[in-house]
């Protein structure tokens, strides 16, 4: 098969985190508990799930501003070999993007630090002094990313065959569009084992995006790129 795109989830795949949404939750001492579950079930819609993260950071402070929502996520690493990997697409002609349902604040800088060619992510509202609203912005719904790889593939006019999808979650899956492939990569959580295993697709379990390579070009090693 010719591979011509790749389009990463961000959260735990290019990124060593399980979401950056859990990590603003951190910085407050709240958690999505309960929530997350319902979410994960398509019990509650973005919006929703995101309005109720938002609802809990503000009862512990009810004043947030962006900056601090930045500085959440300073001392954020990247997942071992990603830097490389994307080197080694580029450096082959690939179109590498990231889809994905995190917060802008976090994808966007991951997406500048490791130059890829697009990127697209959930995000906030401010007030005009740069305060943050009670509703967030859904520009990647979370069970449907399938929406955003189309957009992508057409944009760059490469047939749906030609992509391939990484996630590390089962809603992850949902970026699997018809024709395309898909990989799970560094799923925890037995949802995303067990959605792995039903739908029948690789699942690399080592946290090393390197790791990647063969099942994106079979049969090959992983070149000489960037190394360390």
């Known amino acids: 098969m010719t591979i011509k795109a790749v389009c990463f989830d961000c959260d735990g795949v290019l990124i060593d985190t399980v979401a950056s949404w859990q990590i603003i939750h951190k910085h407050f001492g709240t958690d999505s508990g309960e929530m997350l579950d319902r979410f994960i079930r398509g019990e509650l819609s973005d919006e929703e799930f995101m309005a109720d993260d938002i609802s809990k950071w503000k009862s512990v402070q009810p004043v947030i501003h962006r900056d601090e929502l930045m500085r959440c996520f300073q001392g954020v690493k990247l997942m071992p070999g990603a830097r490389e990997l994307i080197e080694a697409l580029k450096s082959r002609g690939i179109i590498v993007a990231i889809v994905s349902a995190g917060v802008d604040l976090l994808i966007g800088s991951i997406a500048q630090l490791l130059n890829v060619d697009d990127w697209i992510s959930n995000g906030f509202q401010y007030d005009d002094d740069g ?11 979370a069970h ?85």
Do not use: Y
Request: net charge negative; hydrophobic share 40%.
């Open 144 to 228: 449907h990313k399938s929406e955003m790889v189309e957009k992508f593939a057409r944009i760059n006019n490469v047939d749906t065959s030609e992509v391939v999808s990484i996630g590390d979650n089962v809603t992850d899956l949902s970026m699997r569009i018809p024709g395309s492939h898909f990989i799970g990569f560094n799923g925890l959580k037995q949802s995303a084992i067990d959605g792995f295993k039903e739908a029948g697709v690789v699942h690399v379990t080592e946290p090393d995006c390197r790791l990647l390579w063969t099942h994106i070009f079979p049969n090959e090693s992983f070149p000489a790129v960037g190394g360390e």
């Open 131 to 141: 305060f943050l609203l009670d509703d967030g912005v859904v520009r990647v719904p």
